[in-house]
């Protein structure tokens, strides 16, 4: 046995403890028992305790309270460990007190227990090693989903979020196809020519009774080929009311206006 | 698209392609589905999707030949570079992020959080015998755990899950597609050795 002497003695072998690398109470026992193959006894705790409170001290970090509890929680565990190894077995326990068979069954139950996942961080670990040398595509510049995934529109419970979703499928992105709709060509030289021809013909015309039917956009351009008209002093027109309906005569070109 | 009884098999692969190829990340078989306007209820027409995948994932297969492989990750598909790749990809782009640097206290949480979710911090402090806040708040900050909900009764202490990052990220399927935890146990032979060494093979008297 490690640290027995040729004498027969139990004597405490040197042991090297950088407490910096378990990840609490149960890792240390772990890692002492089992990869460090040492007995408890040989464990000298009262050194483990100075050398960490020196540690602490060197490092300037004495009152970083988080740290000096979980190390209180690892070297009272140890303690009550050897003490139970150490003291008569006769001992009669204390009332409220874990008996010695619980509180050995309970020791080893959180080890066990303990172990799996600590090996299991080992397995994570790996994979995680492996997972980081993939790259997933990421999609060129800002592409979103037009359709929700079907967990997230049945997952949802909030309105709002909902109705987020349903903007952005509906959103139209693309200019939108008018080519169903029929073209409107109006100009202005064109309505000019067009209440030409009909002075022409009638002499007088009523506005409502001849444009009142036309889309607002023909209507607003015969009313400019109107004031184009009035500017030239082709035609005169007449309105009643306001907003009512305008009458449009030809207007004779006086005598001199002819020989311009 | 809308699928029929006799659609065309490479018209249905090419979508598929072009699907995985635009999503980047793991896309669901669900949303491939939704997506291809089939009706996920219908057998024969899941059949035909799945299938048409597996023929994809036995042309890009993992650690296969090709510049990128089609990958089961995160409850979905996704392609991604072929891992032999990593050198030559790591010159020119960035590779995720490497939780290999997570610490040992962190990765240990994680694995807790991964095999008994949900699982709130009290839970893994007494799996670690130790308090947990710190390695927490890292996964939390890194997104590979998140909370799912809170304790009923007893001052309702925050319940924690694995993210879909974590299961990318750790190349995961899903959760379940971890080895079981039970594999991870002592051997007898490890635990009567821990028993011998810490004085405990005999009952106190």
Known sequence: MPGESAQG????????????????????LLSLVLREEVDLLEVPLFEVITAYLDEMEDAGVSGYWDEMTEFLLLMSLLVEVKSRLLLPR???????????????????????????????????????????????RKPAGQTRRRLAAVEVIAGTEDALQLREHVLRLIEVKRPPDASHIAMITVELRRQVRIIRGILARHRRFSFNNTFGGQPPLVQALSLFALLDLLARGEIRVSQHQTFGDMLVTAREPKPHEKTA | ??????????????????????????????????????????????????????????EFPPGGERGFELARLSGGW???????????VAKLFELPEDATRLSSAAMECL???????????????????VNCDSPMRTLLDRELVTEVGRVHGGGGALLYGTTQRFEAIFGLAGVDDLPPIESFALSEEQKEDLRRRLGLLTVPE
């Open chain 2, 1 to 58: 698209m809308h699928l029929t009884s006799d659609f065309d098999p490479s018209t249905l692969k090419r979508d598929l392609e072009a699907l995985l190829f635009a999503a980047g990340d793991p896309i669901t078989v669900d949303n491939l589905f939704q997506a291809l306007g089939c009706d996920g209820d219908d057998p024969a027409q899941r059949d035909q999707v799945v299938a048409a995948l597996q023929q994809i994932e036995t």
């Open chain 1, 9 to 28: 003695e139990a004597v405490l072998r040197p042991l090297e403890l950088d407490l910096e690398v378990y990840q609490g109470p149960f890792d240390l």
């Open chain 1, 90 to 136: 006769t001992i009669t326990d204390l009332e409220g007190e874990l008996s010695p068979e619980e509180a050995r069954d309970q020791l080893l139950a959180c080890l066990f227990e303990y172990s799996k996942y600590k090996a299991a961080s080992v397995k994570l670990r790996e994979l995680a090693e492996t997972g980081s040398a993939s790259l997933l």
């Open chain 2, 111 to 129: 694995s807790v959080v991964a095999y008994l979710q949900p699982v709130s911090r009290p839970q893994i402090a007494e799996i670690r015998g």
């Open chain 2, 78 to 88: 996704a392609f991604r570079t072929n891992p032999r790749c990593r050198e030559t």
